[in-house]
T-cell receptor, first 115, second 116 residues
């Protein structure tokens, strides 16, 4: 079974600085998807970024980028130029490509942004 | 807004009550999901529906009863719940067959449930 591990429960970053959130996963599959979701205090879970395992290029969405290390089974999220609105819980998630596969989430990390 | 709405946003109920949670998606998706989010725990998948058919029941107690009358609506009927069922219940939807290439889930804001 796949597992997703987010070992840091909390992190803090100064506004305008860069922060990296860690995620590791365990799988025996070669093709899969990885996601980062953001859940602000309003509780709406929002997709931040998605990575397809067969693509070697790291995904980027504006200030958000990932460092995907397939061999190490690592999928970290980098937030550049942090803003107050980035404060939220961030969840890393894994999904295989098989039919009816499930999203497996990590426990999440709480990111606070200091003004 | 993600195009997935949930009502009510907050619900307090006694253990003998019967209530229902509602989810509606405006994205033209065909797969819908119920998740339970408890403090300090990863999201737990409860049910999956594809094209109105239930394809996943993740060993959920029978006091939770899902209903999917069409691809746009999903309900979670609750009866004789326990205090440990207090949690945030999230609904999500995705394009087609859950797990198909390119399938991404979009979440609603959740219902905060408190069982007294």
């Amino acid at each position: 079974a796949q597992t997703v591990t987010q070992s840091q429960p909390e992190m803090s970053v100064q506004e305008a600085e860069t922060v990296t959130l860690s995620c590791t996963y365990d799988t025996s599959e070669s093709d899969y998807y990885l996601f980062w979701y953001k859940q602000p205090p309003s509780r709406q879970m929002i997709l931040v970024i998605r990575q397809e395992a067969y693509k070697q290029q790291n995904a980027t969405e504006n200030r958000f980028s990932v460092n995907f290390q397939k061999a190490a089974k690592s999928f970290s999220l980098k937030i550049s130029d942090s803003q107050l609105g980035d404060a939220a819980m961030y969840f890393c998630a894994y999904r295989s490509t098989g039919a009816n596969s499930k999203l497996t989430f990590g426990k999440g990390i709480t990111l606070s942004v200091r003004p | 807004e993600t195009g997935v709405t949930q009502t009510p946003r907050h619900l307090v109920m006694g253990m003998t009550n019967k209530k229902s949670l509602k989810c509606e998606q405006h994205l033209g998706h065909n797969a819908m999901y119920w998740y339970k989010q408890s403090a300090k725990k990863p999201l737990e998948l409860m049910f999956v529906y594809n094209f109105k058919e239930q394809t996943e029941n993740n060993s959920v107690p029978s006091r939770f009863s899902p209903e999917c009358p069409n691809s746009s609506h999903l309900f979670l009927h609750l009866h004789t719940l326990q205090p440990e069922d207090s949690a945030l219940y999230l609904c999500a939807s995705s394009h087609g067959l859950a797990g198909a290439r390119g399938d991404t889930q979009y979440f609603g804001p959740g219902t905060r449930l408190t069982v007294l």
